[in-house]
């Protein structure tokens, strides 16, 4: 079975662009999370879509938003990059289907650089 | 204020040599503890999860126990492949989708 896939993989933007970032979850899963990652940082987390709907919110400014299509896909968009977004951006699925199964798996991130 | 924690920072182990890995825990009340395997440039690769204390997890030469204020990864005669960095992360339990990281802690495996 195919995991979590991301794309792009890598992307360069310039300050004040718009950027849009896709994640497909693992065949089965509903729920998708994203995470911004920082070098010698752990993931922070963004936002978490199940069943298309926003159902958490991390502690990030109204510059990114995101969405959950019908085939669960997800997309994290970002406006009026600042230097500061340049991170590694990760999108995580879970099937919260089964009782107390909440693990996430990750897919192999989006690399954003902001010049 | 919900807070995780892991020590040490970094960790250079010779191959075989056993060692063991710390994430401190402060949250409200824990839905589960998450530990994941990250190379460079990757992302985090899932490996336990735990989720009462006094519950224990083993795969290969790992295994992770929990408390009901910190969890342990012992790494059992570790071989070079297991160089990475490891991260703990807690789920709270007024929130199932949202893993609060600690800052992880990167494991050097010599030959």
């Known amino acids: 079975d195919a995991g979590v896939t991301q794309s792009p993989t890598h992307l360069i933007k310039t300050r004040g662009q718009h950027v849009t970032l896709r994640c497909s979850p693992i065949s089965g899963h509903k729920s998708v999370s994203w995470y911004q990652q920082v070098l010698g940082q752990g993931p922070q987390f963004i936002f978490q879509?199940?069943?298309?709907?926003?159902?958490g919110r991390g502690n990030f400014p109204d510059r990114f938003s995101a969405r959950q299509f019908p085939n669960y896909s997800s997309e994290l968009n970002v406006n009026a990059l600042l230097l500061g977004d340049s991170a590694l951006y990760l999108c995580a699925s879970s099937s919260l289907v089964v009782a107390a199964s909440y693990e996430q798996y990750f897919g192999p991130g989006t690399r954003l650089t902001v010049t | 204020e919900d807070q995780v924690t892991q020590s040490p920072e970094a960790l250079r182990l010779q191959e075989g040599e056993s060692s063991s890995l710390n994430c401190s825990y402060t949250?409200?009340?824990?839905?589960?503890l998450f530990w994941y395997r990250q190379d460079p440039g990757k992302g985090p690769e899932f490996l336990f999860t735990?989720?009462?204390a006094g519950e224990e997890k083993e795969k290969e030469r790992l295994k992770a126990t929990l408390t009901k204020k910190e969890s342990f990864l012992h790494i059992t005669a570790p071989k070079p492949e297991d160089s990475a960095t490891y991260l703990c992360a807690v789920m709270t339990t007024d929130s199932w989708g949202k893993l609060q990281f600690g800052a992880g802690t990167q494991v050097v495996v010599t030959p």
């Open positions: 735990l989720y009462s």
């Open positions: 879509y199940y069943e298309k709907e926003e159902r």
């Open positions: 949250v409200s009340g824990l839905r589960g």
